[in-house]
T-cell receptor, first 118, second 113 residues
Framework: DQQVKQNSPSLSVQEGRISILNCDYTNSMFDYFLWYKKYPAEGPTFLISISSIKDKNEDGRFTVFLNKSAKHLSLHIVPSQPGDSAVYFCAASATFNDRGSTLGRLYFGRGTQLTVWP | ETGVTQTPRHLVMGMTNKKSLKCEQHLGHNAMYWYKQSAKKPLELMFVYSLEERVENNSVPSRFSPECPNSSHLFLHLHTLQPEDSALYLC????????????FGDGTRLSIL
């Protein structure tokens, strides 16, 4: 069973506009959330993260929003640029589970392919 | 720029071969991870090493054998693999504290004939 879900496999946005990538999770123990970007033939690159004690974290053009009650997070990219075209992965971890520490294990979604066109 | 280097980038091997994947991190991290990414599937955690000690084996078949000789190096020894083991194998490292991101290498694309 998949604990982190990205229901949109692809998203196409015009350059300069906002890109909104969505992610849902099922495990209420998750307390740390991350977004990674992946170009073809490269490994995932860490983009931005958010702790469950916050509902928003911003880094330049990238903002992550967390809605704990809905178990939903989103990544906003404003303004979108052609170089942002990549696969974006959402990931989550829980500091502890019912067996003790989860040792930082990350659970990943399947990814969303973002295409930014001129 | 990547502080995590994986070799080789591509590997083709027969089911009876023995090979090893290598990962090296230059970030001063104390935890290292092996992940598998198959087509159309999310990243799957295989092994976790913290301070050179294996702390998690995520139900991985014994034909995959990890080794962590020091905090900067991680190996994945492969033997008698199956065609379904063809995938992208990714190494990652992190500081083993709460809320620290993992940093990934570019992976090894493995094809089993």
């Amino acid at each position: 069973d998949q604990q982190v879900k990205q229901n949109s496999p692809s998203l196409s946005v015009q350059e300069g506009r906002i890109s909104i990538l969505n992610c849902d999770y099922t495990n209420s123990m998750f307390d740390y959330f991350l977004w990674y970007k992946k170009y073809p033939a490269e490994g995932p690159t860490f983009l931005i993260s958010i702790s469950s004690i916050k509902d928003k974290n911003e880094d330049g053009r990238f903002t992550v929003f967390l809605n704990k009650s809905a178990k939903h997070l989103s990544l906003h990219i404003v303004p979108s640029q052609p170089g942002d075209s990549a696969v974006y992965f959402c990931a989550a971890s829980a500091t502890f589970n019912d067996r003790g520490s989860t040792l930082g294990r990350l659970y990943f979604g399947r990814g969303t392919q973002l295409t930014v066109w001129p | 720029e990547t502080g995590v280097t994986q070799t080789p980038r591509h590997l083709v091997m027969g089911m009876t071969n023995k090979k090893s994947l290598k990962c090296e991190q230059h970030l001063g991290h104390n935890a290292m991870y092996w992940y598998k990414q198959s087509a159309k599937k999310p990243l799957e955690l295989m092994f976790v090493y913290s301070l050179e000690e294996r702390v998690e084996n995520n139900s991985v078949p014994s034909r995959f054998s990890p080794e962590c000789p020091n905090s900067s190096h991680l190996f994945l020894h492969l033997h008698t693999l199956q065609p379904e083991d063809s995938a992208l194998y990714l190494c990652a490292s992190s500081q083993f504290f709460r809320n620290q991101p993992q940093h990934f290498g570019d992976g090894t694309r493995l094809s089993i004939l």
